[in-house]
């Protein structure tokens, strides 16, 4: 099975920078996701990793360390539009193709 | 990106009854598709893999002579839910991607409500 843990609630202030880490385990890694959803929305896609380092996509970035099985979502100059879930996702290598399992989820708050 | 198009957005059902939810690739086509459960506050579960021209691959816990997969195109896969109990409302999603190694794209999500 895979195991994929992130914080269930951050609180940011406006402007500032937040940083949402996940931790996974899993057998047949092929990539780490993140994605953003609002409530009662579909979730829309930020970022994505398969080899370690850092990817940068303007004020979002991620970064990936596959040997330690970890990885972080950077949030700089926050806005308010930013509240959402913050959804880190591992795809699998399986024998039927690939597919991709999310985690909990890190509710997001950003303040004034 | 890569557009997705799930209806219907939201649907109301008496229980006992069925309710058809169809996912569709709009600008490429798709062999494979998901279908993904989300409860209230809760991340996304897998439900199945929707495998065009063959069985769906469910996943562990799920009936699937209860949620009915057909994927009879390379542009759209369709969930059934039948003999619909309150315990089944729930948000259904769907996803798509144009390859085995790209993004997946997801739907716009149906707010299923069992009454």
């Known amino acids: 099975g895979q195991n994929i843990d992130q914080p269930t609630e951050m609180t940011a202030t406006e402007g500032a920078i937040v940083q949402i880490n996940c931790t996974y385990q899993?057998?047949?890694?092929?990539?780490l996701f993140w994605y953003q959803q609002h409530a009662g929305e579909a979730p829309t896609f930020l970022s994505y990793?398969?080899?370690?380092g850092l990817e940068e996509k303007g004020r979002f970035s991620s970064f990936l360390s596959r040997s330690k099985g970890y990885s972080y979502l950077l949030l700089k100059e926050l806005q308010m539009k930013d509240s959402a879930s913050y959804l880190c996702?591992?795809?699998?290598?399986?024998?039927?193709?690939?597919?991709?399992?999310f985690g909990t989820g890190t509710q997001l708050k950003v303040e004034l | 990106g890569a557009v997705v198009s799930q209806h219907p957005s939201w649907v109301i059902c008496k229980s006992g009854t069925s309710v058809k939810i169809e996912c569709r690739s709009l600008?490429?086509?798709?062999?494979?598709m998901f279908w993904y459960r989300q409860f209230p506050k809760q991340s996304l579960m897998l439900m199945a893999t929707?495998?065009?021209?063959?069985?769906?691959?469910?996943e562990q816990g799920v009936e699937k002579d209860k949620f009915l997969i057909n994927h009879a195109s390379l542009t759209l896969s369709t969930l059934t839910v039948t003999s619909a109990h309150p315990e089944d409302s729930s948000f259904y999603i769907c996803?798509?991607?144009?390859?085995?190694?790209?993004?997946?794209?997801f739907g716009q999500g149906t707010r299923l409500t069992v009454v």
């Open positions: 996803s798509a991607r144009p390859g085995q190694n790209t993004e997946a794209f």
């Open positions: 899993t057998s047949g890694f092929n990539g």
């Open positions: 990793n398969v080899l370690d």
């Open positions: 996702a591992v795809r699998k290598l399986t024998g039927g193709g690939n597919k991709l399992t």
């Open positions: 600008d490429f086509q798709a062999t494979t």
């Open positions: 929707s495998n065009e021209g063959s069985k769906a691959t469910y």
